[in-house]
């Protein structure tokens, strides 16, 4: 057995894709992706008889919760409900990726089922039509734990050549960054681009414009694909918001924000009244904007401090930023660039549609 540190690939590409060719008598797989109790995500697979025409189509399941950190032992069901559906771009075919929200046996929703009440606000406030764009940035690892390509127990030269760069020493493992942005079109997922970042083995894509819950369940599907395929290649894929100390940029999630009074005519006033809304609420956002954000929100490499809320036109070190075209136009969007890499995307567009249009009654469960 691979010990931490060894390489587990134990996979032959020729021999599985003999097999991944045979056909399936007209049954359909689908993968059911949940997130666990560590913001982790965890999945399984389902045979079904038939291809589902839609997410109604797909029936509840349940999972063992004392092993994901979910449940107690003697009372382990966690019931995973379906609510979106995409095209599998590992199996290809009918096959399909589920995403799913955690319902305890008592028809209340799991401890880290975050989805539920961010859907609620999404839909309480659906006139507004609120898009969010978010910007995924994360680190790929070799299975030792540094990152990919980087001298072992050294380092590369200094940030600089890096961002958006091309060329032998100037990127690295691109293979799996080509072959994720390709996955997420294939499976109906909103990316919209896809760049080399600061650090070396570092990257971003960004997935969006989407409206409402959405964006959420995008995002996590692309974060359960990028997972998947970076294991072909061996690769670890890591979201921690500094994953190297010193001089070398963290890692963030960038949301960009509008509705649709932001967009239209004159918008920029409802850009400023947001402006004067999430400063009173900075400290309930930075809440659930990621764990260790304290370590990457240090003012230095394009970050603000995480004790003040700033925000400025095209200005890279406040906590959110209005694109330098927005201010011009007088409509448009706004950039929270406060979200660590490791940012629930559930929590945070709930949280920022929260504090724009007021919470809701607490919910009665029967
Ligand atoms: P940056 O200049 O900060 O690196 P990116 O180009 O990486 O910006 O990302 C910008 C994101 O903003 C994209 O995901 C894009 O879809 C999103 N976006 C663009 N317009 C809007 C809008 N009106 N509302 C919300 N998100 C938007
Ligand atoms: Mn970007
Ligand atoms: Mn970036
Ligand atoms: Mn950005």
Not at 3 to 15: D, L, P, Q, W, Y
Not at 79 to 96: H, K, T
Not at 218 to 247: M, N, T
Not at 308 to 320: E, H, L, M, P
Request: charged share 25%; with cysteine; net charge negative.
């Amino acid at each position: 057995m691979a010990g931490v540190g060894e390489s587990t690939i134990v996979s032959n590409a020729t021999n599985l894709a003999k097999f991944m060719k045979l056909d399936q008598k007209g049954k359909v797989l689908a993968e059911y992706i949940w997130i666990d109790g560590s913001n982790g995500l965890r999945n399984k697979t389902k045979t079904l008889s038939e291809a589902p025409k839609s997410v109604d189509d797909l029936p509840e399941w349940n999972f063992d919760g004392s092993s994901t950190g979910q449940a107690p032992g003697d009372n382990s069901d966690v019931y995973i409900r379906p609510v979106a559906m995409y095209p599998d771009p590992i199996r290809l075919g009918e096959n399909v990726l589920v995403m799913c929200e955690t319902w305890d046996p008592d028809g209340t929703p799991n401890k880290f089922n975050y989805r539920h009440e961010a859907a609620r606000l999404m839909e309480a406030n659906a006139k507004h039509k609120v898009w969010f764009g978010l910007e995924q940035e994360y680190t790929l690892l070799a299975a030792d734990g540094w990152p990919y390509g980087w001298p072992k127990g050294g380092f590369p030269g200094p940030q600089g050549p890096y961002y958006c760069g091309v060329g032998t020493g100037r990127v690295y493992c691109r293979d799996i960054v080509e072959a994720h942005h390709k996955a997420c079109m294939y499976a109906g997922i909103n990316i919209s681009g896809t760049n080399a970042e600061v650090m070396p083995a570092q990257w971003e894509y960004q997935v969006g414009p989407c409206e409402g819950i959405d964006l959420g369940d995008q995002l996590w599907v692309s974060r359960w694909l990028l997972h998947r395929i970076a294991e072909e290649f061996g690769a670890k894929v890591s979201f921690q918001p500094k994953p190297i100390p010193g001089d070398w940029n963290g890692a963030g999630l960038h949301t960009n924000v509008s509705s649709k009074e932001m967009r239209e005519e004159g918008g920029m006033k409802f850009i400023e009244e947001a402006m004067k809304k999430l400063e009173k609420r900075h400290v309930e956002h930075i809440k659930v904007y990621g764990e260790d954000n304290h370590l990457r929100m240090t003012g230095a490499h394009e970050t603000s401090s995480i004790d003040k809320f700033t925000w400025g036109v095209a200005d890279r070190g406040s906590s959110v930023r209005i694109p330098r075209a927005c201010a011009r136009e007088g409509k448009g969007y706004f950039e929270d660039r406060r979200p660590a890499s490791n940012a629930d995307p559930y929590q945070v567009t709930g949280m920022i549609v929260e504090t724009l249009y007021g919470s809701l009654p607490e919910e009665k469960f029967n």
